[in-house]
T-cell receptor, first 115, second 111 residues
Framework: KAGVTQTPRYLIKTRGQQVTLSCSPISGHRSVSWYQQTPGQGLQFLFE???????NKGNFPGRFSGRQFSNSRSEMNVSTLELGDSALYLC??????????????FGPGTRLTVL | KQEVTQIPAALSVPEGENLVLNCSFTDSAIYNLQWFRQDPGKGLTSLLL?????REQTSGRLNASLDKSSGRSTLYIAASQPGDSATYLCAVTSGTYKYIFGTGTRLKVLA
């Protein structure tokens, strides 16, 4: 069974641009969560999607948005990029929604660098 | 507000040693606790998941315990190997259905 895949793996953008990251969960998994990892703040929860609906959201500005498609694939969008958005963005999938007795499985991440 | 702390922040041990990593959380109302390892620049690999009703889980040389009332979990690694070198993270799922991650313990096992 294929694991969680994320594309692209690496991305370089300039301030003010926007970016879209993609995540394909493990087959059969309906929940996709997104996290931002930086050396200073560690791993922080961005949002979770379950059955195409945003179920929960972390404390990030509205420039960070996401969506989930009917096949459970998810995209995350960041508009008007800032230098501080440089980070490793991780996607995780689980069978059911977070908060139940479910294990999360993580993808390899997308390394975003904002110049 | 749930806060998760891991001690120590970094650890360096000789190969073969048994070691314990600690994870503390402030709100005992959790659904589960999961331990991960992360290699540099990579994603997270799930090691063990402990449900809130469980006291411990074992997988190979790894054993994780959970004491909800005291807000603590420990990850025990037996007979450590250089391949165990990585950052170890714990994460709790709280009542607001979000995963809160700890600060991580960076482990180095010397050959």
């Amino acid at each position: 069974k294929a694991g969680v895949t994320q594309t692209p793996r690496y991305l370089i953008k300039t301030r003010g641009q926007q970016v879209t990251l993609s995540c394909s969960p493990i087959s059969g998994h309906r929940s996709v969560s997104w996290y931002q990892q930086t050396p200073g703040q560690g791993l922080q929860f961005l949002f979770e999607y379950f059955s195409e609906t945003q179920r929960n959201k972390g404390n990030f500005p509205g420039r960070f948005s996401g969506r989930q498609f009917s096949n459970s694939r998810s995209e995350m969008n960041v508009s008007t990029l800032e230098l501080g958005d440089s980070a490793l963005y991780l996607c995780a999938s689980s069978l059911e929604a977070v908060g139940t007795y479910n294990e999360q499985f993580f993808g390899p991440g997308t390394r975003l660098t904002v110049l | 507000k749930q806060e998760v702390t891991q001690i120590p922040a970094a650890l360096s041990v000789p190969e073969g040693e048994n070691l314990v990593l600690n994870c503390s959380f402030t709100d005992s109302a959790i659904y589960n606790l999961q331990w991960f390892r992360q290699d540099p620049g990579k994603g997270l690999t799930s090691l063990l998941l402990i449900q809130s009703s469980q006291r411990e889980q074992t997988s190979g040389r790894l054993n994780a315990s959970l004491d909800k009332s005291s807000g603590r979990s420990t990850l025990y690694i037996a007979a450590s190997q250089p391949g165990d070198s990585a950052t170890y993270l714990c994460a709790v799922t709280s009542g607001t259905y979000k995963y809160i991650f700890g600060t991580g313990t960076r482990l180095k096992v010397l050959a």
